[in-house]
Structures are given as C-alpha cells and as structure tokens.
Nanobody, 117 residues
Framework: QVQLVESGGGLVQPGGSLRLSCVAS????????MGWYRQAPGKERELVAF???????NYADSVKGRFTISRDNAENTVYLQMNSLKPEDTAVYYC???????????WGKGALVTVSS
C-alpha cells in the first residue's frame, strides 16, 4: 500500500513562487507515474504535471514554462516548483501515484494554494 502526504501550500502573491512536496510511504517501484492535479472551486479536477519513474515529465499547457515537477526516488518524494504564479492557479493541489496499466492508484488529501494580493 502507498500513502501520499502533501505539504507546502499556502498564500502567495501573484508573480511569486511556491514549492509543493508529496511524500510517499510504502513501495512506489511498481508505480509508473507520480503527478499533481488541481481543482479550483466549482471546477473539474485537472492534470497539472506528472513524472514517470524514469524521470520523463509532462505538463499542462497552462503551466508550461512556469511549473517544474521532479521526483526523488531515494526519498520517495515528488515536488512541484511553481513560479510566476497567477490568481487562476488558486486551487487545491493533489498528489497522485499510479500504475499506467491500471490496478494501483493513490491520491493525497490535497494542499490549498491561494494566489492573491
């Protein structure tokens, strides 16, 4: 079993930066990807970025050039570095770990990020 715990959320000014962390307990070697999703009030949950076990990354168009996802397998941790933040980035950010072929899918409880003056 895998448990995911997010941290690093909070209030930040537009144009500022914030880094989210997600620590996974248990074995993640059978999981292909780890990623970040977000859900704003009244909106559907959307993919922000994900990284494979080999380090390949993918990003939503809305965050390309501003956000960077990375993982540290030794620490069982995935990060999301968020730069040039905009008010529309305000959302609850969720960490996810899953196997591409199905059968294993784990979610964290979420971390609130608020971008406001």
């Amino acid at each position: 079993q895998v448990q995911l715990v997010e941290s690093g959320g909070g209030l930040v000014q537009p144009g500022g930066s914030l880094r989210l962390s997600c620590v996974a307990s248990g074995s993640i070697f059978s999981l292909n990807n780890m990623g970040w999703y977000r859900q704003a009030p009244g909106k559907e949950r959307e993919l922000v970025a994900f990284v494979s076990s080999g380090g390949s990354t993918n990003y939503a168009d809305s965050v390309k050039g501003r956000f960077t996802i990375s993982r540290d397998n030794a620490e069982n941790t995935v990060y999301l570095q968020m730069n040039s933040l905009k008010p529309e980035d305000t959302a609850v950010y969720y960490c996810r770990a899953w196997r591409v072929g199905g059968g294993r899918d784990y979610w964290g409880k979420g971390a609130l990020v608020t971008v406001s003056s």
